[in-house]
């Protein structure tokens, strides 16, 4: 596994996108509509930064609401999602999802409960 992206949650995604351009120079990657957000992958050296804004109520509206803006989680790319959800299981860790399901950018995914990895959401990726 490597680090694939961390989340960030944020009210408006094409502002946060162009405020990390002009101060880190960092370029989209990919832009998409997703799951009730629009998506904007921005490339960080070998990972991205993935800005999430809500488009409705949702999961990233509630997190907004209750955090306010900032890390919604972290991304560990595999590249056998099915064996690193056995892992998982074998550890102890409480799956968020069982199955991995689709994801952003047409990648295969999963997350594990933060009361087992350190109060961090952690997002199992795909490509």
Excluded: C, Q
């Excluded at 094409?14 to 992958?41: K, Q, S």
């Excluded at 972290?74 to 860790?93: F, P, Q, Y």
């Excluded at 933060?114 to 997002?123: A, F, N, R, V």
């Amino acid at each position: 596994m490597h680090f694939d992206h961390a989340g960030i949650a944020t009210e408006d995604a094409g502002e946060l996108a162009a405020r990390y351009e002009d101060l880190f120079g960092l370029e989209i990657a990919h832009e998409e509509e997703f799951d009730g957000m629009r998506v904007v992958f921005l490339t960080v050296g070998e990972g991205y930064f993935e800005l999430l804004e809500p488009l409705e109520d949702g999961t990233i509206a509630s997190y907004l609401e209750t955090n306010g803006a900032g890390i919604h989680h972290l991304a560990l790319a595999t590249d056998d999602i099915e064996s690193a959800l056995e892992t998982a299981r074998e550890h102890g860790v409480t799956l968020i999802d069982e199955e991995p399901r689709g994801g952003a950018w047409g990648h295969t995914v999963a997350f594990l409960h933060p009361k087992d990895t350190g109060g961090i959401l952690i997002e199992l990726v795909e490509h």
